[in-house]
């Protein structure tokens, strides 16, 4: 389906004013929210497509700025290797308790708006894949597609103690767990050591590793595998279809109402 201009709005967090950036379908209705965390480069263009991708496929999908209170509002970092240090400084710089709040924010966002149904669900691509899984111990969020992502094996995200591993046994809703085989920031011992947590808690997942490097779904630059990220896409959208479900009725027509969650 065609979608809305993406709208950006400013959001009170614990660490300061937020920005994010809402991509919408452009037919009225009420459709499933999607919290979708960026790569440290925050949002850049491929990030904005993968949105936009989301929001096509019937999904309002809230991205916010990560770094918000660590760089100037709408800082994109360059695919660089400057870029890269930056990002990397800021995820760490950053307290994980921040990280939780600006989630908390992004849920809040979109169960009050009138085009969500109320069915809350993250995603979220490299340190965004990370934030993903710890939105997932949100009682809210009933499903959660979590990128290669980075340092959940090895708890270094951000400060204040990462305790991410330790809390998987709060995750309710369905994980989707995407690895490539030959990134180097999650070898096998760290995917490994999810999988027995996850496998442990009883969590609802699933688990697919593919012969690809870190940021195989990026469309830019050499390491991107469109048929891969085609994959991805499909069983990314299947989860959120069987999760969070979709409704076409249009507010004020006696359709179907917000879904209590």
């Known amino acids: ?10 959001l009170p967090t614990q660490s300061g004013p937020m920005n994010v950036t809402l991509f919408r379908p452009a037919d009225a209705g009420r459709y499933p929210g999607v919290v979708f965390f960026s790569e ?15 929001a096509g496929h019937g999904h309002v999908v809230a991205v916010p700025e990560i770094f ?23 995820k760490v710089g950053k307290p994980v308790s921040a990280y939780d709040d600006d989630c908390r924010v992004c849920l809040d966002l979109l169960e009050a708006d009138e085009s969500c149904n109320g069915r809350l669900g993250a995603m979220g691509i490299c340190i965004g894949g990370h934030l ?24 270094t995200l951000g400060r204040g103690g990462d305790d991410s591993l330790r809390r998987v ?16 920031h999650i070898p096998l011992a760290g995917r490994d050591l999810i999988r027995a947590a996850l496998e442990m808690a009883g ?44 409704e076409t009725e249009t507010p004020g027509t006696g359709g179907p109402g917000r879904d209590e969650c």
């Open 1 to 10: 389906m065609l979608i809305r201009e993406p709208e950006s709005v400013t």
């Open 40 to 54: 440290i480069f925050q949002i850049t263009g491929p990030i904005r497509r993968t949105a936009a991708m989301l």
């Open 68 to 90: 918000h209170e660590l760089e100037a509002p709408g800082c994109v970092l360059a695919y660089d290797k400057p870029g890269a240090d930056r990002g990397n400084a800021d």
């Open 132 to 155: 993903a899984f710890r939105a997932a111990m949100h009682p809210r969020c009933r499903a959660a597609a979590c990128y290669y992502p980075t340092d959940i094996h090895s708890a």
């Open 169 to 184: 046994g709060e995750i309710k809703g369905e994980m989707l767990m995407i690895f490539g085989r030959q990134d180097p």
């Open 203 to 246: 969590v609802t997942y699933q688990w697919h590793e593919f012969n690809a490097q870190h940021a195989f779904i990026r469309d830019e630059g050499h390491r991107y595998d469109p048929a891969l990220s085609s994959i991805c896409a499909q069983m990314t959208l299947e989860m959120f279809r069987r999760r969070l479900g979709v």
